[in-house]
């Protein structure tokens, strides 16, 4: 409120002060682009889908090295075998490791089995989510094509109207 008593001099410049920094503010408008928004989400999803094929392709080398070193580990347990055998005479002491040495595969294979569970349900996942993001994209460019057509149409409207 404005006014010249003097008791009234705090609310005075008060509202002087907040007419001052009133009149500065500036609105800026804009319109948002619809067909901007939705190729930004394109690129998103694509770039989505590229890491997840990346992420496959990582998998599934992963689970190649896997076996690859599975397989050798089998192989070197399997030459521990026979030279540990050649080397003992003894009937106890080759029974006890051959128990050992088996022990040790069925571990490694359990082991192998696991990691391939592992990965397997891993790359599963990954799909899944390849698939979705897929939906996705199909249905947004679905949608897109829908816009594309509304407009083109809504535009033909416009140029029959005019042209009679």
Not at 8 to 23: E, M, Y
Not at 45 to 72: E, G, V, Y
Not at 99 to 105: D, E, L, P, S
Request: proline share 1%; charged share 30%.
């Amino acid at each position: 409120t404005l006014s010249p008593l003097a008791k009234n001099f705090n609310d005075t410049l008060s509202t002087l002060v907040w007419g001052s920094k009133a009149r500065k503010l500036v609105s800026v408008v804009h319109q948002n682009d619809p067909q901007s928004t939705m190729a930004n989400k394109t690129n998103q999803l694509q770039s989505n889908l590229l890491i997840r094929q990346q992420n496959m392709t990582d998998l599934r080398s992963t689970l190649d090295d896997q076996k690859k070193t599975t397989a050798s580990l089998i192989e070197q347990t399997e030459n521990i075998q026979k030279t540990s055998l050649k080397q003992w005479t003894d009937a106890d002491d080759v029974r006890r490791i051959a128990q050992i040495i088996h022990c040790q595969a069925i571990f490694r294979r359990k082991l192998h089995r696991l990691r391939v569970k592992r990965l397997e349900a891993e790359k599963a996942r990954h799909q899944s989510i390849l698939n979705e993001a897929l939906e996705t994209k199909a249905e947004e460019d679905a949608s897109l094509a829908t816009k594309d057509g509304e407009e083109k149409a809504r535009q033909q409207s416009l140029i029959d109207i005019r042209s009679s």
